[in-house]
T-cell receptor, first 107, second 112 residues
Framework: SQQGEEDPQALSIQEGENATMNCSYKTSINNLQWYRQNSGRGLVHLILIRSNEREKHSGRLRVTLDTSKKSSSLLITASRAADTASYFCATPGDMRFGAGTRLTVKP | NAGVTQTPKFRVLKTGQSMTLLCAQDMNHEYMYWYRQDPGMGLRLIHYSVGEGTTAKGEVPDGYNVSRLKKQNFLLGLESAAPSQTSVYFC???????????FGPGTRLTVT
């Protein structure tokens, strides 16, 4: 299946630092999506990157996509305590989400 | 727009009881999904629908039934609840499978 798998499973940083999390997938894709989930809440879509894009920015978020390696990364710059959440990647048509990366940003 | 709403937000059932979870969306989305999320895990797809009147099985469909009689609503039924169905249930919708999904706030179900 085209299941996205996030790495690392958990990440703890200080406020102001950058956070990088990675996603690997198995087959060809049209796009890849990143979501955030605050504790006990539903997932919220963050950003979508198409297969013909290598990098995309949205505010403090930067997403890269390497289709040759079947991998993507999400970078959150100048992190804030409010960024504390779990982050998931998803590939279209897959309708599967991995266990995610649990990010903790300490004030 | 309310987006995706789910009712109820919380429910406690005894083993063997049945219940229906309701999901509603006001974005005119064709696709709707039901997921369950267990502690420390990702979301697992239970059933999904690609349009009014259609349903299909996901990764973990056993013990659940669904119906999509109206485009805006997607119902998830538990026929005979079991403790293994204790979980948080999320509904989502999307314009198409390639587009982003919009999630509801979840229903926390406990089966004793």
């Amino acid at each position: 299946s085209q299941q996205g798998e996030e790495d690392p499973q958990a990440l703890s940083i200080q406020e102001g630092e950058n956070a990088t999390m990675n996603c690997s997938y198995k087959t060809s894709i049209n796009n890849l999506q990143w979501y955030r989930q605050n504790s006990g809440r539903g997932l919220v879509h963050l950003i979508l990157i198409r297969s013909n894009e290598r990098e995309k920015h949205s505010g403090r978020l930067r997403v890269t996509l390497d289709t040759s390696k079947k991998s993507s990364s999400l970078l959150i710059t100048a992190s804030r305590a409010a960024d504390t959440a779990s982050y998931f990647c998803a590939t279209p048509g897959d309708m599967r989400f991995g266990a995610g990366t649990r990010l903790t940003v300490k004030p | 727009n309310a987006g995706v709403t789910q009712t109820p937000k919380f429910r406690v059932l005894k083993t063997g009881q049945s219940m229906t979870l309701l999901c509603a969306q006001d974005m005119n989305h064709e696709y709707m999904y039901w997921y369950r999320q267990d502690p420390g895990m990702g979301l697992r797809l239970i059933h999904y629908s690609v349009g009014e009147g259609t349903t299909a099985k996901g990764e973990v469909p056993d013990g659940y039934n669904v119906s999509r009689l109206k485009k805006q609503n997607f119902l998830l039924g538990l026929e005979s609840a079991a403790p293994s169905q204790t979980s948080v249930y999320f509904c989502a919708s999307s314009y198409h499978t390639s587009y982003e999904q919009y999630f509801g706030p979840g229903t926390r179900l406990t089966v004793t």
